[in-house]
Structure formats: C-alpha cells, structure tokens
C-alpha cells in the first residue's frame, strides 16, 4: 500500500461515506437477511443480527461487491470469502458506541496516534469503549473464533485495516484485493 495523500483522502471520503450512511434508519432488506444467514449459519448470523441496522447494510453491500470482484478470479462461488466480507466488521459490537462515539474514537487515534489508543482496549468506561472500537478487527476476529466461525473468516476480520498482515492471513492474495476494495467503496 502506498503512503501519501490518496489513501488519505480515499479513507476520508469512505469515513464520510459511512458516517452519512448510518444516519439512516433500517438495516438490510428480508431478502439480504436471508441471504446472509445462508452464508453464515445460525451462530454467527444470529450475532451479526445484533449489529446496528447500518453495520448490516454496509456489511450487506462489501459483501455483494465482493462477489461480483469475486467472479473475476478462480475464488468464484467460495462462501468463506463472502462470510468474511459480511463478517469483517462485527468487533465493533465489543465497543457500545454509536454513530457519534465511532466519529470521536477515530479522531482520537487521529491525533493521539495508535500507539497510545490500542492500550486502552483493557480500559473501563469511555476510553475502554473506543480502544475496543478502534481494535474491532482483531476482537471481531476472536469472538467468531468463539461461535466456532470459518478460521479464514476470523482471520480477514481480525486483519482487514492491517495491510501490513495480510499476507500472513493465508488468504489468496486476489481474495485480499476484492475484500479491501469491496470494504472501501
């Protein structure tokens, strides 16, 4: 991944776009649901269910845009990577935050830096709630590990703002580009 002021700016705009995006109501269409319990099963889908209708939806969206990047490569028609596009954001449920607490916790890691934020994951009270948003990845990819979820599945969750570690993922690398560029959008 290159440094520089396009990632930059790309991270922005999809930041602004999500933000907008959950202030909107409603989550997924029944038709979706259905769709995403067929590819979770009943444990994890019963988890990402507790999700805020917006976490749904966009999950709902990289997932749809990660199949059609997907039909592109020899990774057609293999659901893991679709459970782990609908799955990669559900650490976020550790924290408790809303739309307004999310957009605090990223300024934060903002201006502190992520040394000093990933530390407070442990914490009580506010300062644990945005360490634990700021770490939802690697939680997320934890607890589907403890609903005995897909290991590929855990391992994208736990790794998808972390390009750094993708390759140790074991995920094929066409995979890892589809999965980012369907989350980005």
């Known amino acids: 991944m290159s440094t520089g002021l396009a990632p930059r700016v790309r991270r922005a705009s999809h930041l602004a776009r999500r933000f907008f995006g959950a202030l909107v109501p409603g989550g997924p269409s029944p038709a979706d649901e259905a769709w995403v319990g067929e590819i979770l099963g009943a444990d994890l889908f019963a988890v990402w269910n507790t999700m805020p209708g917006h976490d749904r939806r966009h999950s709902v969206g990289v997932a749809r845009r990660a199949q059609a990047g997907l039909a592109r490569t020899n990774e057609a028609g293999d659901s893991r990577w679709i459970a782990a596009a609908l799955a990669h954001d559900i650490g976020k449920l550790d924290a408790g935050l809303g739309v307004f607490g999310r957009v605090v916790a990223t300024l934060l890691r903002g201006a502190l830096g992520r040394t000093r934020t990933d530390r407070w994951v442990d914490r009580r009270g506010m ?3 945005f360490g634990r948003y700021l770490q939802h990845g690697p939680l ?22 972390d390009w750094n570690t993708w390759e140790g993922t ?12 369907a989350d980005d959008d």
């Open 127 to 129: 300062r644990g709630k």
């Open 140 to 161: 997320g990819g934890d607890r589907i590990r403890a609903l005995g979820g897909p290991e590929p599945v855990a391992r994208w969750a736990a790794a998808h703002h």
């Open 170 to 181: 074991g995920i094929p690398p066409a995979v890892v580009t589809v999965l980012d560029a």
